[in-house]
């Protein structure tokens, strides 16, 4: 059984930071990649950033310049700095594990207000 958990989330006025943080423990074997997924009320789920187990990473565009993942590989833990929030980053974000198998978190809510 594997556990993704995240933490971190909260409420951040509109240029503000926050820092996700995502754990991946339990019968995991091989993590290929790790990343961020977001949904906004009434939204389909988007990818935020995604980064491999050899550091590469891919942003959508609209969060470029302003998030950064990052990973610990020995904790199996992916992290997302927030800066320059804006209220179009108001959503539930998941964290996601790529191993043999895609494995999601419950997410966590962050909200950005004016």
């Known amino acids: 059984q594997v556990q993704v958990v995240e933490s971190g989330g909260g409420l951040v006025q509109a240029g503000g930071s926050l820092r996700l943080s995502c754990a991946a423990s339990?019968?995991?074997?091989?993590?290929?990649?790790m990343g961020w997924h977001r949904q906004a009320p009434g939204k389909q789920r988007e990818l935020v950033a995604v980064i491999t187990t050899g550091g590469s990473t891919n942003y959508r565009d609209s969060v470029k310049g302003r998030f950064t993942i990052s990973r610990d590989n020995a904790k199996n833990t992916v992290y997302l700095q927030m800066d320059s929030l804006k209220l179009e980053d108001t959503a539930v974000y998941y964290c996601y594990v790529v191993s043999r198998s895609v494995y999601w978190g419950q997410g966590t809510q962050v909200t950005v207000s004016s």
């Open positions: 339990g019968s995991i074997f091989s993590i290929n990649a």
